[in-house]
C-alpha cells in the first residue's frame, strides 16, 4: 500500500515529465529554472541550494552519463520536496548525500529519482521479458538500486512483483 507521502512523490514527478514533455533531467531542470553547473568535486556526486531565491544544482563533472542523470533527478527531487530547507541554510550545504538509511530527505528524493527517470510501462514491460535486474537498470541506462526502487513503488501500487534488496547508500562516493 502506498504512503501519501510516496504517492505525492509519484504524482508529482509524474506531472512534471507530462508538463516538460521529456524524462531528460538537464531540460527538466531548465524548465523549472534550476540552474545546473559542473564541478570538480573530489566525492560528493551533486548538490541542491537556494541563494537568494535562486536555485541550484551542483554536478560532479566527470560522472558517467547515466549517473549524471540520476544525480540530476535526484537534485530535483530536492527541489520539489526539500526547497524549504536548503533555503533555510542560506549557503551551499551538502545534505547527508544519498544515503537513504539516515536521512528521509534523500530517500524522498531517490523515490522522486526513480519515479522521474523510468517510466512504469518500460519496467513493466523488461519484467514481462523475463530481464532481471541487471538487464533492466542496462536497458534503461540507469543503476539497479534505482531500478528496484522502482520495483518497490509499482509494488505499492499493487503490481504483482518480487520485492528485492538494494543498498541504502548507492549514490554516495
Not at 104 to 120: C, K, P, T, V
Not at 142 to 159: A, E, F, R, W
Amino acid at each position: 500500500m502506498l504512503t501519501a507521502n510516496t504517492l505525492e512523490i509519484i504524482k508529482k514527478a509524474d506531472f512534471i515529465v507530462r508538463k516538460c514533455g521529456t524524462r531528460n533531467p538537464r531540460r527538466i531542470a531548465q524548465e523549472l529554472g534550476i540552474e545546473v553547473f559542473e564541478r570538480p568535486f573530489e566525492t560528493q556526486k551533486g548538490a541542491y541550494t537556494v541563494i537568494l531565491k535562486n536555485r541550484y544544482i551542483f554536478l560532479k563533472d566527470d560522472l558517467h552519463p547515466v549517473m549524471a542523470n540520476i544525480v540530476l533527478w535526484h537534485e530535483i527531487g530536492h527541489d520539489q520536496f526539500h526547497r524549504k530547507n536548503a533555503a533555510k541554510n542560506g549557503a551551499f550545504r551538502e545534505f547527508n548525500i544519498f544515503d537513504m538509511q539516515q536521512n528521509r530527505m534523500e530517500y524522498e528524493a531517490n523515490i522522486f529519482a526513480s519515479q522521474g527517470s523510468l517510466a512504469d510501462d518500460d519496467v513493466l514491460d523488461c519484467i514481462d521479458r523475463g530481464y532481471d535486474i541487471y538487464q533492466i537498470a542496462r536497458a534503461l541506462h540507469s543503476d539497479m538500486n534505482l531500478v528496484i526502487l522502482k520495483v518497490d513503488t509499482l509494488i505499492q501500487q499493487g503490481y504483482r512483483l518480487r520485492r528485492m534488496e538494494h543498498r541504502n547508500d548507492f549514490l554516495k562516493g
